[in-house]
């Protein structure tokens, strides 16, 4: 991204050069009159002098006017630069955020926040509020410690923590049974939030839009 920036910043850099190096002189116009002056002694009568009067005149309004235009060249120019480095900004955005949209969808929901509250029993996942056990509270709350500290928690170490009692005389599979609990108690109300959804004494139905649905 910087460096495509730095590359149309220097692109209109060289451009804006090149146009005003080959905008006329402001002055040449009156130089010309005054060198007709110079060089013409004989021109001494009134309707003479008036025209050259009148040519002079004409080129300080030839200079202000192209000095205007500078103006206007270099605004329209700094414009331009800053549209240009906003659209390529937007279009490193876009490209960003169509590679981050295609992982979402790729790895499915993505989790931003989680919220455990131990008294309530609940699990703030997302915007999405969960209900679960007492066991299963515990298991969640054990793995968020364990993720906060990097570490990896056998079966048997996870029993140990829940249990109070020291990992050697944990069995394994207790430790991967709590895991399923919360998988299963997480996984059942997750597809009821997000996919079946249960409308109040009327029934069941899916919660995404028809046109997406395909069946082959």
Do not use: H, W
């Not at 699990?123 to 500290?149: G, H, P, Q, Y």
């Not at 570490?151 to 020291?166: C, T, Y």
């Not at 050697?168 to 108690?185: H, M, P, V, Y």
């Amino acid at each position: 991204m910087l460096a495509g920036i730095i590359a149309i910043v220097v692109i209109l850099a060289v451009a804006a050069a090149v146009l005003f190096l080959n905008l006329p002189d402001a002055n040449a116009f009156n130089a010309r009159v005054e060198q007709l002056f110079i060089e013409n002694d004989d021109l001494t009568g009134q309707a003479e002098v008036k025209l050259l009067e009148i040519l002079a005149q004409s080129g300080t309004a030839f200079s202000e006017t192209l000095d205007s235009y500078r103006f206007v060249i270099f605004v329209l120019l700094v414009f331009a630069t800053a549209l240009l480095i906003a659209a390529v900004a937007f279009l490193v955005m876009l490209v960003a955020l169509n590679r981050r949209m295609s992982m979402i969808e790729r790895q499915g929901i993505e989790v931003n926040s989680l919220l455990i509250a131990r008294d309530q029993k609940t699990v703030m996942l997302n915007n999405f509020e969960f209900k679960l056990t007492d066991a299963a509270i515990e298991t969640l709350s054990v793995l968020a410690e364990a993720r906060m500290d990097d570490e990896v928690l056998s079966g048997s170490e996870i029993e140990a923590v829940i249990s109070g009692r020291n990992a050697a005389d944990c069995d394994e599979a207790a430790g991967a049974t709590r895991i399923k609990r919360l998988r299963d108690s997480l996984g059942n109300q997750m597809i009821s939030e997000l996919l079946v959804k249960n409308i109040a004494r009327k029934g069941y139905m899916l919660a995404i839009d028809k046109d997406v649905i395909r069946m082959v």
